[in-house]
T-cell receptor, first 114, second 116 residues
């Protein structure tokens, strides 16, 4: 119920291509879905986030697509660059009355080949 | 904005000693701070939640007497690993939430602890 399943585990994309990472959840009480980017030896950085009342959110080259009925959401990185090579984590947060703690996916290691 | 710092970034200590890690929110007040542990190539594991001025809430399986958390002010939380052992070696990361009305959490850069 509290899990967020993330796929794929790793991804190799050519420079300029589109990177797509998918996540699925079970708990319909989740109401905030952030994506984090983490470089080796660094803490995660908040990339973009969405709430379930919106089906898509775009910030620069990063887009979240959200499918509430399927309980799935995905991150699309357009025009992927070698500097995007990092580990990406999706996450979900339930409302405050349910603990309000981040539930992380397992992570996706993205490598963008130049 | 929303910068979180951690100190030290790396620490090596001998088995049996204690080590303190500081987490500071630099440009905002954090009503809640979280402490995570991350093993190589794995996701983040929440250890505890600390609210300013109250006792920390520990996740199941985390020893509260071993991992002491203090959230003394709205910008500072500390994690003390007491009587450290080699199995405590890990990457410790804190995060801070600006207010109870917001869901965003901002993470610090992490602290690499090595216990010899």
């Amino acid at each position: 119920q509290q899990q967020v399943k993330q796929s794929p585990q790793s991804l190799i994309v050519q420079k300029g291509g589109i990177s797509i990472i998918n996540c699925a959840y079970e708990n319909t009480a989740f109401d905030y879905f952030p994506w984090y980017q983490q470089f080796p030896g660094k803490g995660p950085a908040l990339l973009i986030a969405i709430r379930p009342d919106v089906s898509e959110k775009k910030e620069g080259r990063f887009t979240i697509s959200f499918n509430k009925s399927a309980k799935q959401f995905s991150l699309h990185i357009m025009d992927s660059q070698p500097g995007d090579s990092a580990t990406y984590f999706c996450a979900a947060i339930p409302p405050r009355e349910y603990g309000n703690k981040l539930v992380f996916g397992a992570g996706t290691i993205l490598r963008v080949k130049s | 904005g929303a910068v979180v710092s951690q100190h030290p970034s790396r620490v090596i200590c001998k088995s049996g000693t204690s080590v303190k890690i500081e987490c500071r929110s630099l440009d905002f007040q954090a009503t809640t701070m979280f402490w995570y542990r991350q093993f190589p190539k794995q996701s983040l594991m929440l250890m505890a939640t600390s609210n300013e001025g109250s006792k920390a809430t520990y996740e199941q399986g985390v020893e509260k007497d071993k991992f002491l958390i203090n959230h003394a002010s709205l910008t500072l939380s500390t994690l003390t690993v007491t009587s450290a052992h080699p199995e405590d070696s890990s990457f410790y990361i804190c995060s801070a939430r600006p207010s109870r009305d917001r869901d965003e959490q901002y993470f610090g850069p992490g602290t690499r602890l090595t216990v010899t």
